[in-house]
RNA sequence: GGUUCCUUCGUCUAAUGGUUAGGACAGGAGAUUCUCAGUCUCUAAAUAGGGGUUCGAUUCCCCUAGGAACUACCA
């Protein structure tokens, strides 16, 4: 039986680190295993949806470059993969239970609910949801509900005795006794909408679906939805409930811990790569010592066996590290062109760059991308290439152990060294030697010639190598520069 | 509270019924380069606790402790 796969995020907010995981590991086992990757649509909270969570979950596969075999857009021949599309379906398979007995109309209010759970807050009961008040109502009683307006929901009926247990690649055997499952649960909602948990069941089933690879948080649920197959007479699908995702403390991963969103990792700059290698290391490793896997690699070689049982904590710095690694790793001019947006934003550039713009780009990239851990760091680096705020603070200038005489006559003679020396051509190499011994002649050290002009030419402490930085600046702009320093200390 | 699940360095993880329990990130130290970053070298750091089974257990079993998830007309 060929592999399918699906995810099936709901559209109510921008897709996160937890459920881009998951999306990750349906794929790469899909791939990894000949099979097919099928996204579905899961809008049914009308409340909570948005039209901007659907465009995000797009943008995002499409950023980290997860195509799906099956799914909204690109269609497939078990549509349509949106469930408010699919409507009618869930209609007529949950009345289908109620014809059989399966199930049956409630038309408890919220209000009788809520007070009921309050109650039963309130006297501690060990006995905790609905009272199954609707279960047996009579046609007559029905009836007179109906005329009164009151629209139904549908609930399943929950065995009260026995156990149900399914089984789980990666957790074993999971029973629970049928007592224990929320009683009767909604199926059907007033407004006709299924819940998650019918219209799930019935679109895994409709849809094929071989392996339900979904989080951890979905364990409690498993018996209830093999009650559902078994209510359909349907074959319940192999299990796989991944390790969820944690913050720092432990607990679920939120905004509290930090950026969730792919769309916040992506604003500032992290590669696509990065995310995808380092987030797939959170609960699954292919031998313990293997770091970097590039998406293609993960095609072939992802194993379900090697997911882990644990949850597992993310660690934003070392997702930095593997950013920063991907940064040095890829082309100079990938890096310039996605380099490009954030100088536009910070006001250095225009939209579109000009010609000579582009070239500064170009040369910035080189001596920055081992300076990055994400791409927006840029702006703090290249800041004193298109924005001259110069340091009228002397101390800024004189480094560890010199003094403000013999930074006046470094920046003059080294200057003097170092323009010439470039005019003549010489290596840079050469004119390096000739700063370091009039770093000897001065009686200071190396950085004693070197960080006034770097001061003086990049309006900083820390920057960039100094010739990088004259090779950015151009040589009039660096002269000028180093020209207005020297007369800052040449003033009283 | 109830139900279910989880437990190897701070973090992600590797390994085996017999190892000096390995790697990576983060931390610390040093080297190097004009600052920063980087790079290189070194370093510290774990089998939650208690019982079994066994010649031997981190590995198998039990208990305890700790943690998590779920407990909606949300998914």
Redesign the pocket.
Known sequence: MDVRVRY???P?GLQHIGGIRTALFNYFFAKSSGGKFILRV?D??R??YSDESLEDLYSTLDWLGIKWDEGPVVGGPYGPYIQSERFDIYKEYAEKLVKEGKAYY?????ER?EKL?EEQVKS?S?Y???DRHCANLTDEERAELEKQGI???IRLKVPTTGKTTFHDVI???????NK?I?PD??LL???G?????L??VIDDHLMGITHIMR???????GPLHVLLYEAFGWEVPTYCHL??V?G?????LSKRHGSTAVREFRDKGYLPEAIINYVT?????L???T?FLSKEELEHCFKME?I????????Y??L??FN??YI?MASDDRIASLLTPYLVKAGFISDPPTKEEEEKVRLLVAPAK????VLSDIVELSKFLFKDEPVSDKDVYI?KGSDLVKTKDALVEGGKILFDGLRENKA?EKI?EE??SLAERLEVK??G???P??VALTN?????????SIRLLGIPESERRLERAINLFKEN
């Open positions: 099936a995020p709901s109510t899961e049914t909270d409340e909570r409630c038309y408890c209010t919220p609910l759970r501690k060990e905790q949801g609905y629209k139904p929901v957790m074993g055997d999971i029973t629970r006794k224990d929320s649960p909604i909602k007033s407004d909408f299924p819940t998650y948990h219209a799930n989080a951890q948080e979905w364990i409690p649920s390790p969820m944690m720092k403390d432990g607990q679920k290391l959170v609960g699954w490793s031998d313990g010592s770091e090697n882990h049982k644990n949850p597992g904590k993310f660690d710095k070392k930095d590290w920063s690694q040095r081992e300076r990055m851990k480094a840079e390096e700063l370091m190396v950085n010639v070197f960080q002009i770097r900083s402490q820390v920057s960039l190598p100094l010739f990088d």
